[in-house]
Each structure stands twice: as C-alpha cells, then as structure tokens.
C-alpha cells in the first residue's frame, strides 16, 4: 500500500497570504495525485488533478506541483471562503488519502 | 446536471450489514466509474473501492476485502455498497463519487450516506 503524508496538519494564516501544503508519498507516484477542498459540513471538492491542472471552474489561486513522491499545493492569496480541509490522494496503486490538512484564517 | 442522489441514513446494530444506493443522472452511466469513500466522525476520507459501471467490474481496498460487495444496475444508473459485519468502527459518512475511466479523480459526491452502528 502507499502511504500518504501531509504537514503541516493545521495551518492557520491572514487574508492575502500565501500558504503551501506538502504531501509526500511512500513510494513514486509521478504525477498520480489530486488534490481536495472539504468545507466544514460539506462534501469534498475536486480542486487539482495529475498534481498540477486546475478542474474546471476553480479559482486560479489554487495550484499544484511535484512528481515521483514531494508534491505542494499553494493558495496564493487566502480568502475567507478557503477555510476547509485539503487532501491529497493519490492513484498509482489503487486510491489513498492523506490524512488532511485544516486552513483556518486569522 | 450530474447528481448522485445517496439513500437515506441508517441505524445499524453490531454484526448486522447495510446495503447504501447512489443513483446518477445528467451523464452516461457506462462511461464512469464510481467509487465509494467514507469518513467517520472528525476523521479523514478513506477509500473503499471502485465499481466499473460498464462491466461491473470491482477493486476493493484490501481492508474491506470480504466485507464489501459494490453492484451495479444499469437499467436504473444505480449502485450499490453493501457493507456486512458490522461494528461501532464503520459508523461513518458513506460517499459514492464519479470518477473518469482513465484517471482515478473523483470529480462528483454524492451528499453521502450517514451510517450509525449501534447496540
């Protein structure tokens, strides 16, 4: 099985500031890894895919990079509306999440 | 629009099995996958397994191997999780998801499925 790490686990941080989140794979991946927004009582949300495409219809403020097993997602200005829990999962063998990280603004 | 409308929530006692429906619509049923993922009270997501809605065909993750059965019907665009043997541990949020044939991203939810083990 692969393994799936996130750091930091909690993050807090102002409007307008840019944040990163890391995900780090137990084994290479490449680029078999998409990245989720949970909203506090909501349903996750398909924000990045293959590491570093933007779905459809998210907000350009979202992005992705990395391959084989570091990866990075960065808010590059936080907005209110971002206060959730992010994922990452990746699919090179069968599917696994890692364990989230929750963003909370000042 | 795609939806995938879940089942209404479940009070299950210990040992017994649920059986959770998601039907999908505003799509072509065959050419997606879906996958059922759960979270439990102020947990993560975990990932159950994968049903091909075309074939049929299934990938459990290996904790549930034996214990989880993921059927299809495609005159109704409906599937099913059927989960057996269970305890306090598998109260949680149940969610099925569409994903794409070719790349494993779940890009719809269902609102998900509340499943309560109780004595």
């Known amino acids: 099985d692969i393994q799936m790490t996130q750091s930091p686990s909690s993050l807090s941080a102002s409007v307008g500031d840019r944040i990163t989140i890391t995900c780090q794979a137990s084994?290479?991946?490449?680029?078999?890894l998409n990245w989720y927004q949970q909203k506090p009582g909501k349903v996750p949300k398909l924000l990045i895919y293959?590491?570093?495409n933007l779905e459809t219809g998210v907000p350009s403020r979202f992005s992705g990079s990395g391959s084989g097993t570091d990866f990075t997602f960065t808010i590059s200005s936080l907005q209110p509306d971002d206060i959730a829990t992010y994922y990452c999962?990746?699919?090179?063998?069968?599917?696994?999440f890692g364990p989230g990280t929750k963003v909370d603004v000042k | 629009q795609v939806q995938l409308l879940q089942s209404g929530a479940e009070v299950k006692k210990p040992e017994a099995s649920v059986k959770i429906s998601c039907k999908a619509s505003?799509?072509?049923?065959?050419?997606?996958?879906i996958h059922w993922v759960r979270q439990a009270p102020g947990s993560g997501l975990e990932w159950m397994g994968i049903?091909?809605?075309?074939?049929?065909?299934?990938t459990y993750a290996q904790k549930f191997q034996g214990r989880v059965a993921m059927t299809r019907d495609t005159s109704t665009s409906t599937v099913y999780m059927e989960l057996s043997s269970l305890t306090s541990d598998d109260t949680a949020v149940y969610y099925c998801?569409?994903?794409?044939?070719?790349?494993?991203?779940?890009?719809?939810w269902g609102r998900g499925t509340l499943v309560i083990v109780s004595s």
């Open positions: 998801a569409r994903g794409p044939l070719l790349r494993l991203s779940l890009d719809y």
């Open positions: 505003g799509y072509i049923f065959t050419n997606y996958q």
């Open positions: 049903i091909n809605a075309d074939g049929g065909s299934t």
């Open positions: 084994q290479d991946i490449t680029n078999y």
């Open positions: 293959d590491a570093s």
């Open positions: 999962q990746q699919y090179a063998n069968l599917l696994s």
